[in-house]
């Protein structure tokens, strides 16, 4: 993982202070260093010095990426078919590496995502893409391999008008740091070594139940962990980084579930296919269908096997059947206090069961659902 790599880390935070102190003098001075350009170089001789070919194919990414998002601008026929075209070939490293294996390009799901983010906001949008700016955007690493995703409107916001260096700042970002790798490192740890343990026993009811809760509690602990740090070096660099996990246990219903995990990923997805589908009120059977697509893509974007694909699927007619038959939400200020907690256990619950896709051998999965009902 990224951040476990004590030599990246050192980097990435060296390089954050570094980057706050050159905002400190550039606030106190009348001549102005030309920080965004500096954090440019400073990303792509990090990239270099863990390893020359990434750099190269980054590079090579970046410009081509680019070039698409001029041409599209600049189109006057065939636009939808430039666009559709180019958001496939963005995608092409990522399907290359899954099916064929010969090589894997670190933090390439991500980008891909920022790549076609980019290509939404110049066709709908109608913008130029700043070319320092887009390089800073696919390149920003606290979030490089595993997120939080930034949208290209929000991140040149921020490279516009950066978080303020301060103590406050320091110490904020030293917390979002400190509690992510408690997370990642400790918590982690600490639940593994049972759900190792169970794994070996045969499925009871009582321990089929502890593995689901397990389950989710290693995912949850690994990616918000994850992103607390990505949070944390992010301030240091003065870039506001989204925030991924919202209290999912507080989520009464999948679809505001989706609104609190992992969110910045869930919404990204769902946005784009709600933009390229409908742009006036949608109707139940539209949104179901949103949904759906969303889990089938997210599975999808997991890994092309079938377990996952069940799994989106799974998730994709929850999310459908709560549009159809408008239970989407439910107020916490209007609901009763004991069913609302009866809604977000069950949600988290559902949620919890497609978990172990992740974290169990795939021939394990089903052994445990069926010991649910083994008493």
Not at 125 to 143: A, S
Not at 197 to 226: C, R
Not at 252 to 279: A, C, G
């Amino acid at each position: 993982m990224w951040f476990l790599d004590v030599n990246i880390l050192l980097l990435l935070i060296a390089a954050g202070f570094a980057i706050m102190i050159l905002r400190v003098i550039n606030h106190n001075s009348r001549f102005k260093l030309p920080i965004n350009h500096i954090m440019a170089i400073s990303t792509l001789v990090i990239l270099y010095s863990i390893d020359k070919k990434l750099l190269f194919f980054y590079v090579a990414y970046i410009l081509i990426t680019y070039a698409f998002n001029i041409i599209l601008l600049k189109a006057k026929r065939f636009k939808k078919v430039l666009f559709f075209t180019f958001s496939v070939v963005a995608i092409l490293p990522f399907l290359f590496g899954r099916f064929d294996n010969i090589f894997l390009i670190l933090g390439i799901a991500y980008t891909i995502f920022k790549a076609i983010d980019s290509f939404y906001h110049t066709y709908y949008g109608e913008q130029k893409i700043d070319f320092l700016t887009y390089v800073n955007f696919i390149l920003f690493l606290p979030v490089f391999t595993s997120g939080p995703i930034h949208r290209y409107r929000e991140f040149a916001s921020t490279m516009k008008a950066p978080i303020k260096p301060s103590v406050e700042n320091i110490s904020y970002a030293a917390r979002r740091i400190i509690r992510g790798f408690f997370k990642k490192v400790v918590l982690v740890a600490l639940v593994t070594i049972p759900f190792v343990h169970l794994q070996e026993l045969t499925p009871t009811w009582s321990i089929s139940l502890l593995l689901i809760v397990m389950s989710y509690l290693l995912i949850y602990l690994d990616l918000s962990g994850y992103s607390d740090i990505a949070i944390g070096i992010g301030a240091l660099w003065g870039i506001k980084v989204p925030e991924n996990f919202k209290k999912p246990w507080n989520a009464p219903t999948m679809s505001q579930f989706w609104r609190s995990w992992h969110v910045s990923l869930s919404d990204n997805i769902r946005e784009h296919i709600y933009v390229v589908v409908v742009k006036k009120k949608i109707t139940k059977l539209q949104g179901g269908l949103i949904g759906f697509l969303t889990m089938i893509i997210m599975a999808m974007w997991h890994g092309f096997n079938l377990p996952y694909l069940i799994a989106g699927t799974y998730l994709g007619l929850i999310l459908f059947i709560e549009n159809i038959f408008s239970i989407t939400t439910l107020n916490r200020r209007t609901a009763n206090a004991v069913h609302f907690r009866l809604r977000c256990l069950t949600t988290n619950f559902l949620f919890a069961l497609n978990s172990l896709v992740f974290t169990l051998p795939h021939d394990r999965v089903l052994p445990v659902l069926k010991g649910l009902v083994s008493f």
